[in-house]
């Protein structure tokens, strides 16, 4: 399925287009907003503890733990990738989504129907994420948005094809991304992260927080 835009706002926040659809939104949330969000992050991982994915067929480890929020959560084992309604260790369902997540979602993406799941990923100083698309949802057109708390990653995007040209930035502590229209389904990933560039993280790290549309909008 081809990914077209999402309509955008009135008046979408100042960015950077990195590539057509892939917009960079800088210093979106200060300090405070961090901090809140942090917190409201926090209190999910209470009632869904982080855990470690493995890969499809191999069962190879993860180096991000992560956990979800939302009626729908993104998981991976032996068994392949899939969204499903329950943490994979608790089998409890997913906390809802804090309402600061969801206006975010509508603020950044514009998109018609609300986010139905956020990947929470946490990657401690030796993390990374190879480069991959985000392809499991069944309808391609909303956009993928994410949001940055603690130690800046070198974030890495090229395009649709596997092995072609890629760029790298620096993504810092309250900087939002999405991926949207002709750079829905970009490659991208997080070469390394940069221990030590952020406080906000007592125990140090990042979270990265993906919203997503999994299902056609209605």
């Known amino acids: 399925?081809?990914?077209t835009p999402a309509s955008a706002p009135a008046q979408m926040p100042a960015h950077l287009e990195v590539a057509p659809?892939?917009?960079w939104f800088r210093e979106a949330l200060d300090r405070d907003a961090q901090a809140a969000l942090l917190a409201d992050i926090r209190a999910v991982l209470d009632k869904a503890p982080l855990f470690t994915p493995a890969m499809p067929r191999t069962g190879k480890p993860f180096s991000v733990r992560m956990s979800n929020c939302g009626p729908l959560g993104w998981v991976s084992d032996a068994a392949g990738y899939r969204y499903q309604p329950f943490h994979p260790e608790t089998r409890a369902?997913?906390?809802a989504m804090p309402p600061a997540l969801a206006a975010l979602w509508t603020t950044y993406a514009a998109f018609k129907a609300p986010a139905e799941a956020c990947l929470?990923?946490?990657y401690g100083p030796d993390a990374r994420m190879s480069l991959h698309q985000d392809r499991d949802e069944a309808?391609?057109?909303a956009p993928v948005l994410s949001l940055s708390l603690g130690d800046t990653a070198l974030f890495r995007i090229g395009g649709e094809t596997r092995g072609g040209a890629t760029r790298?930035?620096?993504l810092s502590s309250g900087d939002i991304f999405l991926l949207s229209g002709p750079s829905r389904l970009a490659f991208h990933g997080i070469d390394r992260i940069l221990p030590g560039t952020s406080t906000l993280l007592p125990e140090g790290g990042r979270f990265n927080l993906?919203?997503?549309r999994v299902n056609p909008a209605t």
Do not use: H, K, V
């Open 21 to 23: 659809g892939a917009l």
């Open 93 to 95: 369902p997913w906390p």
């Open 139 to 141: 309808d391609f057109t």
């Open 1 to 3: 399925m081809t990914a």
């Open 168 to 170: 790298s930035i620096r």
């Open 120 to 122: 929470i990923n946490y």
């Open 210 to 212: 993906t919203l997503r």
